[in-house]
């Protein structure tokens, strides 16, 4: 029968290109990237590393907009094909009834999912320093937001899109108040998403992300295991290079990690990945899949100033993990 997708869902729908003619790899990019500009919605310095998920008979998005005064807010917009979008004016206004929690300060690189009852997303929030802010909605109107996750400094912050033995469960990345040239992932538990522990080492920095790693879309659930496609970093002469890769984890303890692929799967090649307000950056953070057919669109920051998307097809992530494991 091959790899299959658990607890997924039809999206007949799903935005689709076939692999080039003559190419070999498990990722490959949309030849129209990237898909959204950064220019969209006037004072938008730069739309990127944004959460894209179906809802009814459209997709919805959490997208991080940096704004021409460089602040970094979460916005919100509809797609009918998940290609073209429209994207709101304003940022999210979220419910909170927690003034101290409710301050702005910044909310960027948001993840979205289903879970449950309700549409929960995550982003990195500030309050004194970096980390986890969470909310959710029933129907994209009204937003609430719910108690920071962890202390900073953190970030990458990914939900389960369903309770692993009863528990709320989510990943993480330790990290500082700047830049920070480490990073590993942890894996985290909580019986109310409000609060968080039985911490859990996962994966640190390997071979082509030797800096650091992160988290990327929202965990897939397979008969293989969890597919997890994450970012990992390495430190060049030049800077940082964010790339992408993945590896599974075991169904039942996903912060054991079943095997790992060695090579990326997509590295910043394309001008609009290496050229940029931060270049060189392949940053993703959603990931659509068809259960039917095994079809993934993955949404992805470029340069830290546009979105681009990739496909893949979820048995072929895979096979390439576990015949290219660490």
């Not at 220019?39 to 907009?65: Q, T």
Request: glycine share 8%.
């Amino acid at each position: 029968m091959g790899v299959q997708v658990i607890n997924g869902n039809s999206i007949p729908n799903l935005p689709w290109e076939e692999r080039p003619a003559g190419s070999s790899d498990v990722v490959w990019r949309y030849s129209q990237n990237p898909v959204i500009p950064r220019n969209l919605i006037p004072k938008a310095n730069s739309i990127f590393n944004s959460a894209v998920i179906p809802y009814r008979d459209e997709y919805v998005g959490v997208f991080r907009i940096d704004d021409t005064r460089r602040v970094m807010n979460l916005y919100f917009g509809r797609s009918q094909d998940g290609v073209n979008w429209k994207i709101n004016h304003e940022p999210i206004e979220w419910v909170c009834e927690d003034v101290e929690i409710a301050r702005f300060q910044y909310r960027y690189d948001p993840r979205l999912t289903w879970l449950e009852d309700r549409y929960y997303i995550t982003w990195c929030n500030g309050y004194h320093g970096p980390t986890i802010g969470v909310g959710y909605t029933h129907d994209f109107q009204t937003f609430y937001q719910m108690e920071n996750a962890l202390l900073p400094f953190n970030r990458n912050g990914v939900l389960f899109p369903r309770k692993i033995h009863g528990k709320y469960a989510m990943f993480s990345r330790p990290s500082d108040n700047g830049h920070t040239p480490f990073g590993d992932v942890y894996y985290s538990e909580s019986p109310d998403m409000v609060h968080w522990g039985c911490h859990r080492y996962v994966m640190g920095p390997s071979s082509w992300c030797y800096t650091k790693v992160g988290a990327g879309p929202i965990p897939i659930e397979t008969s293989e295991g969890w597919l997890m496609i994450f970012h990992g970093v390495l430190t060049s002469c030049n800077g940082y290079v964010y790339s992408m890769g993945a590896a599974l984890l075991d169904i039942d303890q996903p912060w054991k990690v079943i095997c790992r692929a060695a090579p990326y799967l997509m590295s910043p090649q394309m001008l609009y990945e290496c050229v940029g307000d931060v270049p060189n950056v392949v940053f993703p953070c959603a990931a659509l899949v068809d259960a039917d057919t095994n079809r993934l669109a993955i949404y992805y920051g470029a340069a830290d100033t546009v979105v681009g998307m990739a496909f893949a097809k979820v048995d072929e992530m895979v096979q390439f993990i576990k015949e290219n494991a660490v």
